[in-house]
T-cell receptor
Framework: KNEVEQSPQNLTAQEGEFITINCSYSVGISALHWLQQHPGGGIVSLFMLSSGKKKHGRLIATINIQEKHSSLHITASHPRDSAVYICAVDPGGFNKFYFGSGTKLNVKP | KAGVTQTPRYLIKTRGQQVTLSCSPISGHRSVSWYQQTPGQGLQFLFEYFSETQRNKGNFPGRFSGRQFSNSRSEMNVSTLELGDSALYLC???????????FGEGSRLTVL
């Protein structure tokens, strides 16, 4: 049983396209995190959400607590956005996150 | 401000050996958590420490253990290594157990 489901698993886009990655979860949460992982392994936290919407540059993250769903949008995608994007939900238990399987994004020039 | 530092970055061990990995959190952060990442299972929570106390533990066998020192640096140990322990081990720190997570670059363990 997967507490967190992400889609799509793989995504190829042309530079400039608008991209959406979806995350659905089945547990109660205190917050949801969107993470970015580049080849080599290091992970960067992009957003932490508990309600509504956040924007940082070309990235937008939204969450609907009632529907248990979150989306990560990338506007005007660029090859440097190529990475694995991971959704992580925090049920409020001292960093015992549940992770999605990740979305591998490849943006072609 | 220095980020989260993990050492060593890469290591190779053989079955039956043990390994110790180190994580230095961002200065001032008291919460350190550890995660295992494998191609098959993805990211999984190992344990979390806050002010030298383990507050939560994931579903891993007792061969996986950890500790945190008074300066918030943390170590994790895996004893009697198995092939399936080959993974990227990531640590993350938070200032107070909530808020943004900051990850290290990871320690990539290969068990032969």
């Amino acid at each position: 049983k997967n507490e967190v489901e992400q889609s799509p698993q793989n995504l190829t886009a042309q530079e400039g396209e608008f991209i959406t990655i979806n995350c659905s979860y089945s547990v109660g949460i205190s917050a949801l995190h969107w993470l970015q992982q580049h080849p080599g392994g290091g992970i960067v936290s992009l957003f932490m959400l508990s309600s509504g919407k956040k924007k940082h540059g070309r990235l937008i993250a939204t969450i609907n607590i009632q529907e248990k769903h979150s989306s990560l949008h990338i506007t005007a995608s660029h090859p440097r956005d190529s990475a694995v994007y991971i959704c992580a939900v925090d049920p409020g238990g001292f960093n015992k996150f549940y992770f999605g399987s990740g979305t591998k994004l490849n943006v072609k020039p | 401000k220095a980020g989260v530092t993990q050492t060593p970055r890469y290591l190779i061990k053989t079955r039956g050996q043990q390994v110790t990995l180190s994580c230095s959190p961002i200065s001032g952060h008291r919460s350190v958590s550890w995660y295992q990442q494998t191609p098959g299972q993805g990211l999984q929570f190992l344990f979390e420490y806050f002010s030298e106390t383990q507050r939560n533990k994931g579903n891993f066998p007792g061969r996986f253990s950890g500790r945190q020192f008074s300066n918030s640096r943390s170590e994790m140990n895996v004893s009697t290594l198995e092939l399936g322990d080959s993974a990227l081990y990531l640590c993350a720190s938070r200032s107070d157990g909530v808020g943004e997570l900051f990850f290290g670059e990871g320690s990539r363990l290969t068990v032969l």
